[in-house]
């Protein structure tokens, strides 16, 4: 009776001495179901079974193991083929691994300790393999629209609609928004619910590569290309074949990279610094940047034609100060991601400290809300985290300011008391700062008093 | 003494399959007796190919036979059945192996008898 842990082993060998043989080394191990076939027809009928690996024989009654071999590979190219033959032909084997088996066994008086050996690879492959489809299952869902991008304001609406025609097509897209708005998020998005899916990402951020290695970087290099090339490398475009290219801070790149990054979409394909071949490419590609594109052209800074190229179809992310309520829906989002991340208890907002949050301009967007968010659940004495957990330090502070959208005495009150405690309460020395008189001083104070 | 005159004169050798069987008794006896059941008709379709003389014919028999004779460590018959496979399936000195099958068949019989004693042993 298989367990749950079992794992399905097709043997096909019709020499009845040799099955014996097989069955008994392949049933040592008590996980494996073992079913056996003494020709090639009935074992390739039964593949609906799904065998998880398959020993087959090379020389079978009825057809060549090499014939079985690609039919099997016609029906799942992963179930690993471990061919056991009485060959010894080494062009025999290599023509069946090239064909895609996994492994290629001689019958002889090691076959033993070489198909135990061959077995433990094969399950250890198909566990990775299942880990990976796993880690890509959990990708896919960690980047569906409402588990990624949080928020239900109008404006982030309107961006899940454009992200929802982008992913019917292969269209180039451009990201702009403020930094910290999650341009790079997205953009995954945009690749995981696309056809794309299960072909790698590859995120390239422009300004974070160093001017001389940019080109080798996208489109690789070959060997001896340059001091240091010691080895050929592939670009990031090549690695990204089959599925998408995300080219961050687009802006930042070179004039001269431009042009050939244009010859890049223009022709589909890549040549590698130093090299002469030209590698044909299948890479959707997306932008982003935070400056304004179309200014830049006309500060001659970007290409205009390749402006055009990329434009694609434009989604502009809303600064989260735009995003209404989204600053709670995000904010009760980071405290809980925070809290399971460090075992702590679980954290609720009060209703203070909503309205705190909610009054912010927050310079850097998202990425600002989160470290303000962890920094008041550090902060936080309670099971709740109150106004005065939250801080703002945003080195644009001057910009909040006047985003508070306090009354004019408000902001008045709020100078001076700044101003107060600079100078520890020496209300001649702030009456010259301000250029205000002391009488203004004091009579904040009294009324600050009462 | 006597003992070791006796395993010098015996075809076969069945130290690998004790290696492999590991004192599991019951597959060696299962491994003995498809041997018995099952090279006796290999033989016999050698033989009939012999009559219409498909010697490709023979020469894949003899390569399927050929692991088998490994585990029971028939050792004299190893040589001639690499002969009978490369002869049959490149067609060369085909005159030969009409011989070598019935000396194939020979050695065999012999092996047959040693076999069975093993298995009244076991």
Redesign the interface.
């Known amino acids: 009776m298989p367990s749950d842990e079992s794992i399905k082993i097709f043997i096909v060998e019709?020499?009845?001495?040799?099955l014996?043989?097989l069955q008994?080394?392949i049933g040592l191990n008590p996980d494996h179901d073992i079913k056996s076939f003494s020709n090639g027809n009935d074992a390739l009928n039964a593949l609906h079974e799904r065998p998880s690996i398959i020993t087959l024989d090379y020389?079978l009654p009825d057809k060549s193991g090499e014939e079985i071999l690609k039919e099997i590979k016609d029906f799942d190219p992963n179930i690993p083929v471990i061919m056991v033959s009485?060959?010894e032909e080494i062009g025999i084997a290599v023509q069946l691994l090239k064909l895609g088996a996994y492994d290629y066994i001689i019958?002889?008086?090691e076959t033993?300790e070489r198909l135990e050996y061959a077995l433990t690879n094969a399950k250890r492959n198909i566990s990775l393999v299942k880990e990976i489809n796993t880690l890509k299952q959990e990708i896919t869902e960690k980047y569906e629209f409402g588990n990624s991008i949080i928020g239900n304001s109008v404006a982030i609406k309107r961006v899940f609609e454009l992200m929802k025609k982008a992913i019917k097509t292969n269209i180039t897209i451009s990201i702009t928004g403020e930094t910290g708005t999650g341009k790079e998020l997205v953009a995954k998005g945009i690749h995981y619910n696309s056809d794309r899916k299960n072909k790698p990402f590859i995120p390239v951020n422009i300004s974070a590569v160093p001017k001389e290695l940019i080109e080798s970087e996208l489109f690789g290099h070959e060997k001896g290309a340059f001091t240091g090339a010691v080895t050929r490398r592939i670009g990031k475009f090549e690695e990204a074949d089959g599925g998408t290219i995300f080219l961050d801070e687009i802006a930042e790149m070179e004039l001269s990279l431009q042009a050939k990054l244009l010859r890049v979409i223009q022709e589909r394909e890549v040549t590698r610094v130093g090299g002469n071949s030209i590698i044909p490419i299948d890479v959707r590609l997306l932008v982003a940047t935070h400056k304004n594109l179309a200014e830049e052209v006309k500060k001659g800074n970007f290409r205009e034609d390749l402006y055009y190229r990329l434009l694609g179809l434009p989604i502009q992310l809303p600064p989260l100060r735009e995003r209404d309520t989204d600053i709670i829906l995000l904010a009760k989002y980071f405290l809980n991601s925070f809290c399971e991340e460090n075992d702590m208890e679980g954290l609720t907002l009060s209703r203070e400290a909503q309205e705190k949050l909610l009054k912010y301009h927050y310079p850097g967007n998202i990425r600002e809300l989160k470290s303000i968010v962890e920094l008041a659940a550090v902060m936080c004495n309670d099971t709740e985290v109150n106004a005065d957990d939250i801080n703002f330090s945003s080195p644009k502070s001057e910009e909040n300011f006047a985003y508070q959208e306090l009354s004019l005495k408000e902001y008045n009150d709020r100078i001076i008391d700044f101003f107060l405690k600079k100078y520890d309460n020496n209300v001649l020395k702030v009456a010259e700062v301000l250029d205000i008189g002391k009488s203004t001083i004091y009579r904040y104070l009294k009324d600050k008093t009462i | 003494m006597e003992n070791d005159n006796r395993n010098t004169e015996r075809i076969t050798d069945l130290s690998y399959l004790g290696t492999i069987c590991d004192g599991d008794q019951a597959f060696k006896r299962e491994m003995i007796e498809t041997f018995l059941n099952n090279t006796p008709s290999l033989i016999n379709d050698m033989k009939l190919n012999l009559i219409e003389a498909e010697w490709k014919k023979i020469g894949d028999i003899a390569h399927k036979m050929k692991p088998s004779f490994t585990f029971m460590g028939i050792q004299t018959a190893k040589e001639l059945i690499l002969r009978i496979e490369r002869q049959g399936r490149h067609l060369e000195n085909t005159s030969e192996i009409h011989q070598m099958v019935f000396q194939l068949e020979s050695i065999c019989n012999e092996a047959f008898v040693e076999l069975k004693e093993e298995l009244d042993s076991l």
Do not use: M, T
């Open positions: 019709d020499d009845p001495v040799y014996k043989f008994y080394v020389s009485g060959q019958k002889d008086e033993k």
